[in-house]
Each structure stands twice: as structure tokens, then as C-alpha cells.
């Protein structure tokens, strides 16, 4: 079956976006213990690019099946997960693209490069970093991964803050401020 991209966020209710969120079914990595463990020679590129041993991935379909394996450790390593082996990947700042922001209902949902959406809440906070002079914003993904907010989807989350009056936002009942601390 061909891949159907998800609606435009800015289309969707708060209920049609979290329908979206609950009908991606992901491999459950944290149930799984794998034997064995390697070097997948990936990397993901700060622009959200993805590579096999030099070479760019050029099927959205392959980056978004590894993109559903992708988890982060404690120690903030990035790994390939499946049933049977664990394999390291290299991330040069963080596993996803935040590439739109929309709010709704008191919600912020986000669009992926890989066409995932999460909602900023207490399972997924913004987290600015960097400075207040050059500050960088997150959001937590899943399995401890982050996607970076793009520069358009930053300036989207900037003007949501200042119509709310500040430089913060608040998403699902959590305030998260834009300034890094």
C-alpha cells in the first residue's frame, strides 16, 4: 500500500491530531533486549539528512522504518534497535526536524521531517538550549530522541509565545520557556 502522508496540521482539530499520533504504531524498543551489539556506519546530519556509509538515503519510506527503531541512552548515545541487535548510529545534533508547528485546544503539535507528530506536554517538553543570545529549541521525540526546531518552525513557536504574552508557551497544561537558562 502507497504511502499517504498525514493533512496539513494547520487542517486538524486537537481530536483529529491526536488520532494521528495514536494510529502510528511503533515497534516497542524498550520491550526488547537484544544480544547482540554493532556499528550500523549511519549517521543523521544536523539537517536531518540520513546517511549509509557515506551515502544519503534517499527514500523517506527507509529513513521513517529507521526512524521507528531509533531510541537514545542515558549516556546519550543514539542506537538502532531491533528484537535481535542493537546497533550504534551517529547523530550529529539531534535524531529529527521539527519542520511546523500548530496549536490547538491549548496544544502544540508538531510535524516531523519523518512525518511523525508529537504533542508538547509533560511526555514530550520543548527544551531551549544554547543562550539567550543564540538559543536552539527541542522537543522530546520518544525513546529519549529530539528534533530540533527548524528555523521557520522556531519562528512559528516565537510568535505563538508573543501572543500568549511572553516567551513562553504553554502546551497540555506545561509551560515551557524559550530562553535557555
Known amino acids: ?56 538515503i534517499t527514500r523517506p519510506a527507509m529513513v521513517r522504518a529507521f526512524a521507528s527503531l531509533l531510541m537514545r541512552d542515558a549516556a546519550g548515545r543514539h ?15 539531534a535524531a529529527f526536524i521539527a519542520v511546523d508547528v500548530t496549536q490547538e485546544s491549548g496544544a502544540l503539535a508538531f510535524r516531523l521531517n519523518t512525518d511523525d507528530i508529537v504533542l508538547a506536554g509533560p511526555d514530550n517538553p520543548i527544551i531551549a538550549r544554547g543562550d539567550p543570545d543564540l538559543p536552539a529549541l527541542y522537543i522530546a521525540v520518544r525513546h529519549g530522541t529530539e528534533a530540533r526546531l527548524n528555523r521557520s518552525t522556531y519562528g512559528q513557536l516565537v510568535e505563538i509565545a508573543l501572543d500568549q504574552g511572553g516567551l513562553s508557551v504553554t502546551s497540555q497544561g506545561q509551560t515551557f520557556t524559550l530562553v535557555p537558562q
Do not use: C, F, N
Not at 33 to 54: L, N, V
Not at 79 to 93: A, F, G, N, Q, R
Open 1 to 56: 500500500m502507497p504511502y499517504e502522508p498525514p493533512p496539513e496540521l494547520a487542517s486538524l482539530s486537537l481530536a483529529e491530531i491526536a488520532a494521528q499520533v495514536d494510529a502510528r504504531k511503533l515497534p516497542p524498543l524498550d520491550q526488547w533486549a537484544p544480544a547482540s551489539e554493532g556499528i550500523s556506519e549511519m549517521r543523521i546530519a544536523a539537517d536531518g539528512r540520513w546517511y549509509h556509509q557515506g551515502g544519503l
Open 79 to 93: 542506537w538502532l534497535v531491533t528484537p535481535h541487535e542493537k546497533l550504534s548510529i551517529e547523530v550529529e545534533d
